[in-house]
C-alpha cells in the first residue's frame, strides 16, 4: 500500500496546478452572464478555461510530474495533447445516422461537429494521460545525448519530438 501512495503522489501534487485555475474560471464564467453583469467577453475566458480543460491538464501535470519542473515537459504535453487529439479526430468514423437530414457543405458541418461532441468528451482524460505520459518521457529523456549532427535535438529539445511520436498511439486507439 506503501509503495502505490509514493507512485500515486506525485500525480496528486500535479493535478492540483490545473485543478487550482477552476475557480477563477467559475467565477469569470458567471460574472459574464446576462443575469449578473451581462459581459459576454468575461463570460467568454471563463467558457474558455473550461473548454480547454484538457489541454490545461496535459500541460499542468507534465510540468508537475517533471523533474525541476521544467518547461519542455509542458511544451511536451501540448504537443501529445494536440496530436492525440487532432489524430484522433481525422480517424474518427461518423455514423451515417449522425448525417441524416443534411446535404451539400451542411454534412461537413455535422461531421466536424459530432467529432468535436465526440472528442470534447475525452478532453481531460486525454489530457491526464498527455501529462503524465509527458512528465515521465521528459524525466527518462531530458538528458539524451545524440549523434553530433543530430546534438541541436538531443536533452530537452528531443521531449516534445518523441512526445509527439507517442502521441500516435493513443490517436490511433
Not at 449578473?36 to 508537475?64: M, P, Q, R, W
Not at 505520459?133 to 538528458?143: A, E, K, Q
Amino acid at each position: 500500500m506503501k509503495a502505490v501512495f509514493e507512485v500515486l503522489q506525485p500525480l496528486g501534487r500535479a493535478l492540483m496546478l490545473p485543478i487550482a485555475v477552476l475557480p477563477a474560471a467559475g467565477i469569470l464564467l458567471r460574472l459574464g452572464q446576462p443575469d449578473l453583469l451581462n459581459i459576454a467577453f468575461v463570460a467568454a475566458a471563463g467558457d474558455a478555461i473550461f473548454h480547454n480543460l484538457g489541454l490545461l491538464f496535459a500541460l499542468g501535470i507534465a510540468v508537475g510530474l517533471a523533474k525541476e519542473n521544467h518547461g519542455a515537459a509542458a511544451l511536451a504535453g501540448a504537443v501529445f495533447f494536440l496530436i492525440a487529439t487532432t489524430g484522433a479526430k481525422v480517424l474518427m468514423q461518423v455514423p451515417p445516422e449522425a448525417l441524416v437530414g443534411f446535404s451539400g457543405d451542411a454534412i461537413k458541418l455535422a461531421t466536424d461537429q459530432f467529432k468535436q461532441a465526440q472528442l470534447d468528451k475525452l478532453s481531460v482524460p486525454t489530457g491526464i494521460v498527455s501529462g503524465v505520459v509527458s512528465g515521465w518521457l521528459y524525466n527518462r529523456f531530458h538528458t539524451i545525448k545524440l549523434a553530433e549532427y543530430l546534438a541541436f535535438f538531443a536533452g530537452r529539445r528531443f521531449v516534445p519530438i518523441i512526445a509527439g511520436v507517442v502521441a500516435l498511439i493513443p490517436a490511433f486507439l
